[in-house]
């Protein structure tokens, strides 16, 4: 048997043994320096980039310099929206040839109106459906040198319906009275020539024309052509010798009906908003292409043939071959639906038709009359008035003679018939 080995020995060698070997197992292992890769940001990234692919860059970052980069983009954008501002901004706005105030409640208050999508869509049919007139009104205008803001006076006439009737007996596109025709319109039992829009346009301008001659002030003119040239008259006399002789003075001091007053600030806001849609921000139809290559109908381009006697204006049509409500439409003056029987009168026609016309004319027999009266010794207008139950008035129009006028015995007298 060997030696025995001390117990205390043992014991002591045991313990030195674990403690070494508890250091070496605890000790860290220390890659090798050129082996080391840092990938913990590349990691962070594409495990959020998986899990939330909208996140960006900026929002990883420490709160610290998330604030501080949200305050510089907040800047960035406060300065891009102060560059930018002037490129939302709407087109500059034209200056009118007609005098506006800058402020005007009144003129603001129709302004207001016309921006609500509600009334600007009524607006924009009005201007629409005006096509057919609008450019010879323009054109019209243009020739006469007279300020294009009347364009829009027949919007706040009558919306540009050439059949408008007002509760007054006003008529037609630029809403002529009765009282108010002559001398620039015919009308009588067999011609109304309010509701011919070219002719009546004819007639507005020559009004107009004549009111600012007799005032020098548009807006006083125009004011006129709704008063009338007496009532402007009579308001202007009424202010004192201190006074401004302006339209807004007159306003002011209640001189002409509430109507008038709002006549013109409705005109300056319509063709404001018109001229400066663009400015607004609104969309209307201003047809300026239209204006610059159109040479139709649009711009009254038309063949005329005349006659004297009555003839159906369906009658001709039919014979020419064209559709019959259009030769109507191009003469609604006719209210009868025929031509004056004894005054000439022009047929309007579409253009490069008047030789067709002229043929078709010959081969129709004019519209007889049943009754036809020769004038006999002691004959007066009143007493053939009396006999055949019509007005001595009715007798000069449909025979084209004053009411004064002396009968020649002999003579033919077309008498209205029942």
């Known amino acids: 048997m060997g030696k025995k080995i001390p117990a205390l020995f043992i014991v002591f060698s045991l313990a030195a043994f674990s403690t070494l070997y508890s250091q070496e197992i605890d000790a860290p292992q220390e890659p090798a320096p050129q082996e080391f890769t840092d990938n913990s940001d590349e990691i962070i990234m594409d495990s959020i980039t998986e899990e939330l692919p909208e996140y960006i860059e900026e929002d990883l970052l420490p709160v610290e310099e998330t604030q501080g980069s949200e305050q510089e983009t907040a800047g960035e954008a406060e300065e891009t929206e102060e560059t930018e501002a002037p490129e939302e901004t709407a087109l500059p706005r034209k200056e009118l040839t007609l005098p506006m105030p800058d402020e005007n409640a009144e003129i603001e208050r129709f302004r207001r109106q016309y921006l609500d999508p509600k009334w600007t869509q009524v607006l924009y049919n009005a201007l629409e459906g005006a096509i057919d007139y609008r450019l010879y009104v323009r054109n019209a205008l243009a020739e006469s040198g007279l300020p294009p803001e009347l364009e829009y006076l027949p919007i706040v006439e009558s919306n540009y319906k050439t059949n408008a009737k007002s509760k007054s007996g006003a008529l037609g596109l630029w809403q002529f009275m009765a009282n108010s025709v002559w001398p620039f319109l015919t009308l009588n039992d067999y011609v109304d020539e309010r509701l011919d829009p070219w002719k009546e346009t004819d007639a507005a301008l020559k009004k107009l024309q004549d009111n600012y001659k007799t005032f020098g002030d548009w807006l006083i003119a125009i004011a006129a052509y709704n008063c009338g040239a007496g009532a402007m008259t009579r308001a202007l006399a009424k202010l004192s010798k201190d006074d401004t002789k302006d339209f807004w003075t007159l306003c002011e001091k209640k001189l002409i009906p509430a109507q008038t007053q709002a006549y013109v600030p409705k005109l300056l806001a319509i063709a404001d908003l018109c001229i400066n849609c663009a400015h607004y921000g ?89 009754i036809k009266y020769t004038v006999v010794q002691g004959d007066s207008l009143w007493a053939i008035s009396r006999r055949y139950g019509c007005t001595v008035s009715q007798i000069c129009e449909l025979n084209g003679i004053k009411e004064n006028a002396i009968l020649k015995i002999g003579k033919i007298l077309y008498i209205p018939s029942k």
């Not at 649009?298 to 043939?305: G, L, R, S």
């Not at 064209?322 to 009168?345: A, C, M, W, Y």
């Open 282 to 370: 609104i969309e209307l139809p201003l047809h300026e292409e239209e204006y610059e290559v159109l040479f139709n109908e649009k711009n009254a381009v038309f063949d005329y043939i005349s006659v004297d006697k009555a003839y159906s204006i369906a009658t001709l049509a039919q014979t020419m071959r064209i559709d019959t409500q259009e030769l109507k439409r191009l003469n609604p003056s006719f209210v009868l639906g025929f031509t004056h029987p004894s005054v000439k009168s022009q047929i309007r026609l579409p253009a490069g038709m008047q030789e067709i016309a002229q043929s078709a004319l010959e081969t129709m027999e004019p519209i007889d009359f049943p």
